[in-house]
């Protein structure tokens, strides 16, 4: 089958980008000497996680314990949680966790850790540390190096979990400082720190130019997407993933309505400097996606000299594409324009 007789809409990945986009990722990290761990969230397939891992992966990067429970039943071996994981509902699924593969988990607070150290505890394994500290970005994260070390005791006092380093996301403008002045006040308190982790696509091809980062979490980099074009990390021709549409209306000359809406590309913009709209269509790009629905996405073309009729087809380049692959099942996958897969999505839908 050609792509183009696949009914729409359709998300579909592209093999041959994906390739050249993990073996450029992991290419730029054995250059540099920085431990790849990239983040499962944008895919959700364990096809690719092993591929990741195969390519020289350290591990990967999940953001919640059924996500990451999915990832080591398929086989994946070492996982980051990179989310904080709080109350006592959490414990029996982090221990089940802990049984299947190497853990760490990033958090900020002492109840996030007394909630992994339980979990250490019921499954009897012990579980890794790293704390996340607030580089600039205001979401998550430790205020400061004292509150690490207080962290660090805990953690390494409690004889279940093991303190391993720090993280944060994304890489803000106090990276280089507090990781600085926290290994100090640590090293010199007798703690080690193996891992310094930092994450994010945009900006990741100058990871290796911030001092004391050992370890790159990135997820988008797989497929890319107008964001990451937009952020000047990748090309058009990089981008490995496109949702494909049909033209269901032509109400005026100036107006088409596709097949798709916010269950299909979402709902997230990118930033005005990048483009207007809810995904660049690649066939009109002058023409712009002013609107989503759930089930329609309506087309501003007074722009756009060509102007796409009632029944063809257009190809859209998602503005995030992680939330693209969450809100579907499956995803066609093909090489050279032939369809050769129609993969579920395992990891689709995991938020707990």
């Known amino acids: 089958m050609r792509v183009d007789e696949l009914d729409t809409p359709v998300p579909v990945i592209d093999l041959d980008r994906v390739e050249h986009n993990l073996t450029k990722m992991q290419a730029y990290c054995d250059r540099h000497g920085l431990a790849l761990r990239p983040h499962i969230k944008t895919h959700k397939l364990p096809q690719f996680a092993l591929r990741q891992i195969e390519l020289g992966a350290v591990g990967i990067t999940c ?41 760490t988990v990033a958090l900020d607070n002492a ?55 720090l993280m944060t996301y994304p890489r803000g403008p106090r990276t280089v400082p507090f990781v600085a002045e926290t290994r100090a006040l640590l090293e ?5 720190v193996e891992t310094v982790s930092v994450g994010g696509t945009p900006g990741c091809w100058d990871t290796h130019e911030l001092p004391g980062v050992t370890e790159l979490r990135v ?28 033209v269901v209306s032509r109400p005026t000359s100036d107006r088409a309505v596709l097949d798709c809406g916010s269950k299909t590309l979402s709902s997230d913009r990118v930033a005005p400097s990048v483009g207007e709209g809810f995904g660049l269509i690649l066939d009109y ?54 369809v050769v897969g129609d993969w579920p999505v395992p990891a689709r839908g995991c938020t707990r």
């Not at 996340?132 to 979401?139: A, I, T």
């Not at 010199?188 to 080690?192: E, K, L, N, P, Y």
């Not at 790009?285 to 063809?312: C, F, M, Q, Y």
């Open 63 to 103: 953001q919640k314990i059924s996500e990451a429970l999915v990832m080591a039943e398929a086989g994946c071996t070492d996982i980051l949680l990179t989310y904080p994981i709080v109350g006592a509902a959490k414990v029996s699924p982090l221990a089940e966790l802990a049984g299947k593969t190497r853990l």
């Open 111 to 165: 109840v996030a850790l007394d909630t992994v150290a339980a979990a250490a505890a019921e499954a009897g394994v012990e579980i890794g540390i790293l704390v996340e500290f607030d580089s600039g970005d205001g979401r998550c994260g430790v205020q400061t190096a004292d509150e690490v070390l207080t962290l660090a005791r805990r953690a390494a006092g409690n004889g279940l979990t093991r303190f391993r380093g």
């Open 188 to 192: 010199g308190s007798g703690i080690a």
């Open 219 to 246: 997820g988008t980099y797989i497929y890319h997407d107008r964001a990451t074009v937009g952020a000047g990390v990748a090309t058009l021709d990089e981008c490995a993933v496109h949702v494909h549409a049909t």
């Open 285 to 338: 790009p002058d023409a712009v996606i002013v609107r989503v629905n759930e089930e329609h996405a309506v087309v501003d073309l007074s722009r756009s000299e060509a102007k796409p009729e009632i029944g063809d087809r257009v190809r859209i380049l998602p503005n995030h594409v992680c939330v693209v692959t969450n809100l579907h099942d499956r995803m066609a996958i093909t090489r050279n324009g032939e």
